[in-house]
């Protein structure tokens, strides 16, 4: 059982570009969250999905930052018109439909923006 | 809002003694849980060890155990017999049990060196 996978590892983009973070579930698991960590800083909750929903958002910044779980297909995490400031580590954990609250990471996307 | 505290950014242990990492947390929930994850250099998030806050008997898991203290809000994290590949970032996370979004809120972490 593939464990969640995230790509890419790296992605450096300029500045005012748009990044797209990819992120695959363990099978069977229909929960996603994304985590952003800064350097030398826990992770910090971005967003809560599951299939087609988003059901927790609290995290996300207004602006330039969305999310999505289609029925089919990754998650995704989209930044556009990227800053500097958006450098960082960007982690998706997923869970199943039980109670257990495990969530399950992948090994992060980090981000570099020039 | 709920918060987790770990107060001892860094700390260090020799190969085979014992270490404590500590960590409080605020809530007014009664019932929720709290996790351990490892950080090693990989940057891969790993669940060292979790405990329902329901349930009095402290978690273990084969060198690590907890010491769960709910009244003092307090959650610290033992590690027996410390081994090279304990090295890494260690953080405390706290999670609802009460449905909604079940999102992890971390501390900021311990870095754990072990000496040879």
């Known amino acids: 059982n593939a464990g969640v996978m995230q790509n890419p590892r790296h992605l450096v983009r300029r500045r005012g570009q748009e990044a797209r973070l990819r992120c695959s579930p363990m099978k069977g698991h229909s929960h996603v969250y994304w985590y952003r960590q800064l350097p030398e800083e826990g992770l910090k909750f971005m967003v809560y999905?599951?299939?087609?929903?988003?059901?927790?958002e609290s995290g996300m910044p207004k602006e330039r930052f969305s999310a999505e779980f289609p029925k089919e297909g990754p998650s995704i995490l989209r930044i556009q018109q990227v800053v500097r400031g958006d450098s960082a580590a960007y982690f998706c954990?997923?869970?199943?439909?039980?109670?257990?609250?495990?969530?399950?990471f992948g090994a992060g996307t980090r981000l570099s923006v020039l | 809002a709920q918060t987790v505290t770990q107060s001892q950014p860094e700390m260090s242990v020799q190969e085979a003694e014992t270490v404590t990492l500590s960590c409080t947390y605020d809530t007014s929930e009664s019932d929720y849980y709290l996790f351990w994850y490892k950080q090693p250099p990989s940057r891969q998030m790993i669940l060292v060890i979790r405990q329902e806050a329901y349930k009095q008997q402290n978690a273990t898991e084969n060198r690590f155990s907890v010491n769960f203290q709910k009244a003092a809000k307090s959650f610290s994290l033992k590690i027996s017999d410390s081994q090279l590949g304990d090295a890494a970032m260690y953080f405390c996370a706290y999670s609802t049990s009460q449905g909604g979004s079940e999102k992890l809120v971390f501390g900021k972490g311990t870095k754990l060196t072990v000496n040879p």
């Open positions: 999905l599951q299939k087609e929903n988003i059901i927790d």
């Open positions: 954990a997923s869970s199943p439909m039980d109670r257990e609250n495990i969530q399950y």
